[in-house]
């Protein structure tokens, strides 16, 4: 195995959770399917399967499938300081809504977690983000503003990227996707449009609002 994957994801995120069969069978499964694909070769993919039917936690499972669903094998959870950012969950969740910055290069996880980002609020350090997406038995939901140009460069196994979004607008933000994705989901989408249209009666009640008259107040 890679010397730069982890070993463990540690107790403190859930790695020492009992894992039940179907999550070995998932592992398994993506395992052999590596092996079909040349990924893996064959004693490799006996000794991973092995490590996989003996697997008891979670940390035992992670570092079998964590090279085969990334464009890079060394992706940390935990970005040291002055690297590429990065948004991790680990058996958890993450939500990241409201006005917040995005930097140009961004990296996000979501290893038996989920991760939700709302952008159409945020600031962007560039128009184009590359957008670099990890997920494992995981989920990544992204709302972008209206007029978004998505790029999807994602790598699927047992995944999938669904990109529900509206035509690209001059002068709006470009979003590319790369990474990887397995037994889990990416989903791009704009804002709800109820929730849309919720804003914009609320905006249009806020400007009709006028100072409301009180007797003894001349």
């Not at 039940?20 to 694909?37: K, N």
């Not at 038995?137 to 509206?166: D, H, Q, R, S, W």
């Amino acid at each position: 195995m890679n010397d730069l994957e982890p070993t463990d994801v540690g107790p403190a995120v859930g790695g020492d959770r009992s894992v039940s069969e179907t999550d070995r069978q998932h592992v398994i499964t993506l395992l052999t399917s590596a092996h079909a694909e040349g990924r893996l070769d064959a004693a490799e993919r006996d000794r991973r399967l092995t490590e996989a039917r003996a697997a008891t936690v979670f940390d035992d499972l992670v570092p079998l499938t964590r090279d085969l669903v990334t464009s890079s094998p060394s992706i940390p959870l935990a970005a040291p300081s002055g690297e590429q950012p990065q948004i991790a969950a680990v058996f958890g969740g993450v939500e990241r809504r409201g006005y917040w910055k995005v930097p140009a290069k961004l990296s996000v996880s979501a290893v038996f977690g989920g991760v939700e980002l709302d952008v159409t609020q945020a600031a962007f350090e560039a128009t184009e983000i590359a957008l670099e997406v990890h997920c494992v038995f995981g989920g990544i939901e992204l709302t972008v503003p209206e007029g978004t140009e998505i790029t999807n460069l994602t790598n699927a196994v047992f995944g999938g990227c669904t990109i529900k979004v509206g035509p690209p607008q001059p002068g709006g933000i470009h979003i590319v996707l790369s990474g990887g994705v397995g037994f889990g989901g990416v989903e791009v989408r704009n804002p709800r449009a109820s929730r849309v249209r919720r804003e914009q009666r609320r905006q249009l009640r806020e400007a009709r609002k006028e100072p409301r008259y009180r007797p003894g107040s001349d």
